[in-house]
């Protein structure tokens, strides 16, 4: 079977486990149902997800010009913080800032190579600490806009990390923590704007993935240094395929790429 499209980051369903779809234009694949088998994956073009030509990708699937133009990329995406839109201030999209940082937002812990804290629309919850490759997480803050979220984030990662060590997450080389006595640990460093959206009764979510083997030396597959790539696929975590070689392919860091799927 021959599959070919644009590589979006994996759907993903919570269930135990976890079930993955690569999803194309005309086409989709169930990933958990390709686990030992062998796929070969093709670089075919670059397409730009804004834009849809066929331009170097620049970051976050979008190609130069999109990646600074686009309300879709700009800092608040990455720096919460940063967002606007409660002031109704315009950065880039006013609108489009309004319907995406006017919501609720969830402020939690995840363990995925060590405890961090994160910021995620509440409607994104669990698919982001899926994405993340974390094993458990716990929200700690509900708030009423992304500002708030970014803010509260900002003030916790001065005593927990924000960063995942993705090696150390595809090894699998993690231990449990109690996130809720990290919660309660955390619950002092909480701004005063925040303090009134703390979670004060809630527990773990725990997850599980498709993994048949874990590597011991994780080896991130680069399209454009490799365009042509055969291997088996022994797990998914996070938006990792993860092959019996150790080769590992990071779904959405290669987003606006075109490839062709093979599977024999």
Known sequence: MLYQGVLRKMDVEFGKPIQYFLIFENDFLNMNQLLNKTISIQFVKHQCLNCGLDKPIYRQGFCKSCFFEIPQAADWIMRPELSKAHLNKKDRDLEYEKKVQLQPHIVYLANSSNVKVGVTRKNQVPTRWIDQGAHEAIEIVEVPNRYLAGITEVALKEHVSDKTNWRTMLKNDIK???????????????????????????????????????????????LSKTPNYTGKLVGIK?????????????????EGIVVSISIN
């Open 238 to 254: 996070g938006q990792y395929l993860i092959f019996e070689d150790q080769t590992v392919f990071n779904i959405r860091a290669n």
């Open 176 to 222: 449990d923590e109690s996130l809720e006595e990290w919660k309660l640990k955390l619950n002092k460093f909480i701004p005063n704007e925040a303090k009134e959206y703390f979670i004060e009764n809630n527990s773990e979510t725990h997850l599980e993935f498709p993994v048949l083997q874990y590597p011991v030396k994780p080896q991130s597959l680069n």
